[in-house]
């Protein structure tokens, strides 16, 4: 193979762990590896993107997005997270991972500071390295959350804070105080928040509670792809102070162009339309992680059970995590969300019931 030249930031960012086990495991594999809603996308919002095609439209939208769903996405902000941003200031990109991709390439400049929780999602730490700016990790506390007397230890001089709850991969969900002091603290020290939100609907027990109601200097970032099992159609946004959306767009327009029109118009519906699938999708993860933490905790596994998302991190060790995996229980270790956990695993809850018992049911043989 011949050797060709790279940019060092891209070279110095490692493959998604994540990825790697999207084709794990022979045909008996129980795959708890993804971190992607296993229901299928709600009929309205199909037919409202079957309908864009029939009706044409095909090309491509204006860059920040078809005006309809900037306005729905506004009046979303109003009505669940009682924020009030324009349609002006939201901007639609291919899913989530494009937003968090913008607004590190716009706040970053070579050699910033820019704090992720460790562990944390995967792309936080990478896209800051592809921005130039150097990855820090913030703590979490043994119940899982982020530390937050730690974390503003380290906010001095520092450029981002990427605040993310419900967490992956810990389904953690910060507490409004936390946020709160992050959040004000950030924001009193010249730090942005990114804020991703991408998970706000699973959450069982608390209540979501969205940064920027707690500083003017917040940029959140959402998706359809989680809340409306809507991974494959990419349409995201974030949302911030009017005068970060022109320098977004730069980005957007050159690399982008615009998000894929039919999703735009699907994404409408999502937001507009009847919204009980997104409780039945919570129902049921609800039901799902309790009786994955029943079934783990029944093994002998000791740990708080997870808040939100559709994620647990289990503390079981790097030796049953590789056994776990060679017989077929598709995990992730938590060495791929970091460097701090190796000795944790991500189950996903994202898979129906029954997986999840055979899951179980194998992890205690292995156990014997
Ligand atoms: N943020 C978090 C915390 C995620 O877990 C994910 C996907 O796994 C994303 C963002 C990206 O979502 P999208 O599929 O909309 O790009």
């Known amino acids: 193979m011949s050797e060709h030249r790279y940019a060092d930031r891209v070279r110095s960012v490692e493959m998604s762990g994540i990825r790697k086990l999207f084709d794990a495991g022979g045909p008996d594999a129980i795959n708890l590896g993804i971190g992607q809603p296993d229901f299928d996308t709600p009929d309205h919002i199909k037919m409202a993107a079957i309908a864009a095609i029939r009706e044409g439209k095909t090309g491509y939208t204006p860059n920040a997005g078809i005006p309809e769903l900037r306005q729905a996405i506004s009046e979303k902000f109003a009505r669940e997270n009682n924020i009030a941003y324009r349609p002006e200031q939201v901007l639609v990109t291919a899913g989530g991972s494009e937003a968090l991709h913008l607004a590190m390439e716009a706040l970053v400049d070579p050699g910033d500071r820019v704090l992720v929780t460790d562990p944390g999602f995967v792309s936080y730490a990478a896209l800051a390295t ?152 919570r129902e049921e993860y609800r039901a799902r992680r309790d009786l994955l933490y029943a079934g783990l905790t029944g093994l002998g596994l000791t740990f708080p059970r997870p808040e939100g998302a559709f994620y647990m991190f289990v503390p079981m060790g790097e030796a049953l995590t590789a056994k776990a995996v060679e017989n077929g229980i598709i995990i992730v270790p938590g060495g791929a969300f970091g460097s701090r956990a190796p000795e944790y695993a991500r189950f996903s809850y994202a898979a129906p019931r029954e997986t999840l018992s055979r899951a179980v049911g194998r992890l205690r043989r292995l156990m014997e």
């Open 130 to 281: 592809i921005a130039g700016g150097r990855p820090e990790s913030v703590g979490l506390d043994a119940t899982l959350h982020i530390d937050v007397e730690r974390a503003k230890e380290q906010m001095d001089g520092a450029r981002v804070f990427v605040l993310n709850t419900p967490a992956n991969p810990t389904g953690a969900v910060e507490s409004e105080e936390s946020i709160r002091a992050l959040v004000e603290y950030a924001n009193d020290r010249g730090v942005t928040v990114i804020s991703d939100e991408v998970y706000e609907h699973f959450i069982y027990e608390k209540k979501h509670v969205s940064a920027a109601r707690f500083g003017e200097d917040v940029i959140t970032v959402n998706a359809t792809s989680k809340t409306y099992a809507m991974t494959g159609w990419r349409v995201g946004y974030l949302a911030a102070p009017e005068d970060y959306i022109p320098e977004f767009l730069k980005i957007h327009q050159y690399a982008q162009a615009c998000a894929t029109s039919i999703s735009q118009y699907a994404a409408v519906a999502a937001y507009t339309g009847d919204q009980s699938a997104v409780a039945q999708m």
